[in-house]
């Protein structure tokens, strides 16, 4: 196909983790628009509805740390974009968390091509809606940290403790390394740890854990991507214990925590 | 009203930061379905028009800090779904990412009502596509805490560094005073910051501020919730410094980091 006399815009869509009505409205508003749509292998074959005449061209990535083809990716969207008004980046989960983002704004920009971002549900929020286990509690959970196990040479990372909640995205054969480093890196064994893989689709498999433990959940999560919580926000939320006063909110959310 | 010979279920549904377009599609689904809906601040109008004729109810919290009426939302939760069949509690960004859904559910459970939790785009994200700023960067950034500025005495919190990106989910007139806590703390003055009011909005603003500077950014978001991100993931993307060859995809990342 010709290249046009000006470019078209590249938009990145985060397609939400699975589940295809998992977009939003407006990420399924600009598929509709697309042309051209590259999408990775963890977005839901589903969303083809959106734009049933556009090219689709799966790019067939994993996510969490494989390089490869990569620079092939940047170079083929920078190519679309010469040759259609609307190219969609499809992305799993939302663009700018453990996506790549980076490097294909950088070649775009490069190329003098528009971009637009819009965002999506990542998979930390899908597990937590799965598992109706909020990520920030009352007094003890104000902050949760996104990480990826996985580092570009497909080593593992784990870190000393940031946050109330740690949410790790990885593999599910990887839950034994994870839970020997970060008791190496001083979390207690009985840290409770809530495992989500497949997040958000409708066959998610939840499962609970101490930490010193967490090695046996690699056989159930095995072959999928997992969202691992540790620290607070894997603990289930109790029922309040008592019918509530509507002049007090403090002793149900504690009760809750305390669970 | 009457009460049902069964109690109805509740869904806590994410409507996204801001723009009413960024809800998910099973969010507007549900919504949809709703027969009540309990609202926040935060949400946007346009969204009543998936439930025209449900009941809606605004529950008007600020979210960020402020206790006053969650023990009444609670309750009233519960008196709404002995009455209606499907009862949605909307909540700005998604619910459970700093939006007190524990006290919520708690309070379901304890009252033998059903809930299903549907995830929405939470601020940070919305900000980061808004700016078109990956939170997740190739090597140097490879974690992104979340954390609220305001603790439930409306004190502020901001302890010792935690990920390589910190996200403070905030109101704008705090600036100064996240400045002087992250200093304290050991941030560098030059540490870069990148903050957007009302994300996710068509009217979101954003700016660039070295940690040391932040203080005078308060003026320009006073009075509207924003994320402020510091750290790697507040640097804009630069191009790609040459056309890229197809095997390599390393130099584009690192330039674009070193930027």
Do not use: N
């Not at 968390?97 to 490097?103: C, Q, S």
């Not at 990826?148 to 593999?171: N, S």
């Not at 190496?184 to 409708?202: K, Y």
């Not at 919580?229 to 029922?239: C, I, K, S, W, Y």
């Amino acid at each position: 196909m010709a290249e046009r006399a000006t470019p078209g815009r590249v938009v990145f869509i985060g397609a939400g983790p699975g589940a295809a009505d998992l977009i939003t409205l407006r990420g399924a508003a600009r598929l509709a628009e697309a042309e051209a749509v590259l999408f990775d292998a963890l977005t839901d074959p589903a969303l083809r509805e959106h734009a049933p005449r556009a090219r689709w061209i799966d790019v067939g990535k994993r996510g969490f740390g494989c390089a490869t083809g990569q620079a092939a990716i940047d170079a083929l969207l920078v190519t679309m974009a010469r040759r259609h008004r609307v190219v969609v980046r499809l992305k799993g989960g939302d663009p700018s968390v453990f996506g790549r983002l980076e490097e294909e704004l950088a070649a775009l920009a490069a190329a003098g091509i528009d971009s637009e971002v819009v965002p999506g549900v990542t998979a930390a929020l899908a597990a937590a809606a799965h598992t109706r286990r909020p990520l920030t509690r009352r007094g003890r959970g104000r902050s949760v940290s996104l990480s990826t196990a996985m580092t570009a040479d497909a080593g593992l990372h784990a870190g000393a403790r940031h946050a109330d909640t740690e949410v790790f995205y990885m593999a599910g054969r990887q839950l034994g390394t994870l839970a020997r480093q970060l008791q190496a890196s001083g979390w207690a064994g009985d840290t409770p740890v809530c495992v989500v893989s497949r997040a958000g689709c409708a066959d998610a498999v939840a499962s609970d854990h101490r930490l010193d433990g967490l090695a046996a959940a690699s056989v159930l999560h095995a072959g999928r991507p997992a969202v691992v919580t540790v620290g607070v926000a894997a603990r289930a939320v109790a029922a309040a214990p008592q019918p509530r006063a509507e002049t007090d909110a403090a002793p149900a959310g504690r009760a809750a925590l305390a669970a």
